[in-house]
């Protein structure tokens, strides 16, 4: 449990990225981090120790010391050209820190004494991992923030993201170094939830900051209509629209309809980064990328075919036909244009302790 439950929270606040703007392979990166940054913690800690004591340590010292740590990866991957918006370095931040959170949780469970090692398994897990987790994806927010800041919010923006995960950190501790008991058990547990509800508020905004992008991007000068951006802003509703396709042509063609869409969204993210981006090499990198998307997608559309394409125009309302009517025209003749493709338009439907572990 101590294990699971953290890795449940991550999974939830994965799936919350709806584009899949970050790459899975960049988590799993953040969860090994995590690791190591719990190693680096351990032995910190262990040393500051040696001049400011136990109580200190915990109350303050190891919040500044796990939160820098913990978090240090992500100056380097806000660098990237993968590295899309807030919504990836929140993402990323809640990796690195649950994987700290599991070791530690371990690490007490195995110095718990054996009728105690129930009640600290979940109440670390449903406070102290969930802590660790949302200031980690604090900092994440700030430093995604930073990236496409300009003037004083860019300069601001780190500084007050790490102040936020610390002042978080410290408060716990400081709570949970009290008095043992049911109300020192409620503070810490609504600390960790309110955290959680916190990153998850970050979250939602970024996304509806990237539906914004989408509109901005993904519009005739790409290609695509306002039908086709609409659905892509959608994505929540996505299986609902999508499981008639799912039903008649199998699920291997339904699974290309939804790359297909979910490669158009991230096609206009990169596109809005790129505009974005001060820094000239990323943003011929972001170029390559955008490239790349449309070559992807020119496969999917050619996989997917033209007799799926017309019973997905079936199910759409009439308005729709013209739309499609010009993509039957594309596929038809093998000539599809470097931009998206009109699949989009499946929107007219959807309107879419002592060491580390403190």
């Given at each position: ?12 606040v ?98 718990a004494?054996?009728?105690e ?33 300009r ?31 049911l109300?020192t ?49 959608q ?46 090499g990323?943003r ?25 394409m ?21 596929m ?27």
């Amino acid at each position: 449990m101590a294990i699971a439950i953290p890795l449940i929270f991550l999974y939830l606040v994965r799936w919350l990225d709806l584009y899949a703007s970050g790459s899975f392979k960049i988590v799993l990166v953040s969860l090994g981090w995590g690791i190591v940054a719990f190693a680096g913690a351990f032995y910190v800690n262990t040393f500051i120790m040696q001049f400011i004591g136990f109580t200190l340590l915990v109350t303050f010292g190891a919040p500044i010391v796990e939160e820098i740590l913990k978090s240090s990866l992500m100056v380097y991957l806000v660098r990237r050209s993968d590295f899309t918006y807030f919504v990836d370095g929140a993402i990323y931040g809640f990796a690195a820190g649950s994987a700290f959170a599991v070791l530690e949780g371990l690490l007490y469970m195995s110095r718990a004494g054996a009728g105690e090692g129930l009640i600290v398994v979940l109440s670390r897990a449903f406070s102290t991992s969930l802590m660790h987790g949302s200031a980690s994806a604090l900092v994440g927010v700030s430093l995604g923030r930073m990236r496409f800041g300009r003037g004083l919010s860019r300069l601001a923006s780190v500084p007050v993201g790490w102040a936020m995960a610390m002042a978080l950190h410290i408060t716990f501790n400081n709570i949970v170094s009290g008095e043992p008991g049911l109300m020192t058990l409620v503070l810490a547990t609504a600390i960790g939830l309110g955290g959680l509800g916190l990153t998850v508020a970050f979250i939602m905004w970024g996304l509806g900051e990237e539906r914004r992008w989408l509109r901005e991007t993904l519009g005739l000068n790409v290609g695509v209509s306002a039908g086709e951006a609409a659905v892509v802003q959608q994505m929540s509703d996505l299986d609902l629209l999508l499981a008639p396709i799912g039903e008649r042509f199998g699920a291997d063609k339904r699974k290309q309809v939804e790359e297909f869409l979910r490669l158009q969204a991230q096609l206009g993210l990169k596109r809005k980064a790129q505009e974005m981006t001060q820094d000239t090499g990323l943003r011929d990198e972001l170029a390559g990328q955008v490239a790349a998307l449309r070559e992807q997608m020119d496969v999917l559309r050619r996989g997917v075919g033209v007799y799926c394409m017309s019973y997905v125009r079936s199910i759409l309302p009439p308005e729709t036909e013209p739309l499609w009517s010009r993509l039957g025209q594309t596929m038809a003749t093998a000539k599809e244009s470097t931009g998206p493709s009109l699949w989009g338009t499946l929107g007219g439907r959807m309107g879419v302790g002592d060491g580390a572990g403190v």
